[in-house]
Nanobody
Framework: QVQLVESGGGLVQAGGSLRLSCAASGLTFNSYAMGWFRQAPGKGREFVGSISWSGGSTYYADSVKGRFAISRDNAKNTVFLQMNSLKPEDTAVYYC?????????????????WGQGTQVTVSS
């Protein structure tokens, strides 16, 4: 079966960096666009960014543009989220998701598979 497993979360001070990974199995990884979402306590799950199945196209939410970067390694079935200049408001559970299309979208319902999430906590 399809599995998406996030890792790399943790506690970091404001201004610091973290790199999240999402390892995929059970699917043809290079046939899926990938997205990252996050959910803070008491809030809905929001789009963070996405990358096309080739890695040639990325898209980011305004709240993270210029601070976060998504990349992928199709040989290793892994997508990454590099997070720099972290702020306390970035605190959330971060999820990766896979969409069986070339291009990912900001819409949660467009994704076929989800990981279980990894906690990111940014202290002030």
């Amino acid at each position: 079966q399809v599995q998406l497993v996030e890792s790399g979360g943790g506690l970091v001070q404001a201004g610091g960096s973290l790199r999240l990974s999402c390892a995929a199995s059970g699917l043809t990884f290079n046939s899926y666009a990938m997205g990252w979402f996050r959910q803070a306590p008491g809030k809905g799950r929001e789009f963070v960014g996405s990358i096309s199945w080739s890695g040639g196209s990325t898209y980011y939410a305004d709240s993270v543009k210029g601070r976060f970067a998504i990349s992928r390694d199709n040989a290793k079935n892994t997508v990454f989220l590099q997070m720099n200049s972290l702020k306390p408001e970035d605190t959330a559970v971060y999820y990766c998701a896979a969409r069986a299309r070339e291009i990912a979208t900001p819409q949660r319902d467009d994704y076929n598979y989800w990981g279980q999430g990894t906690q990111v906590t940014v202290s002030s």
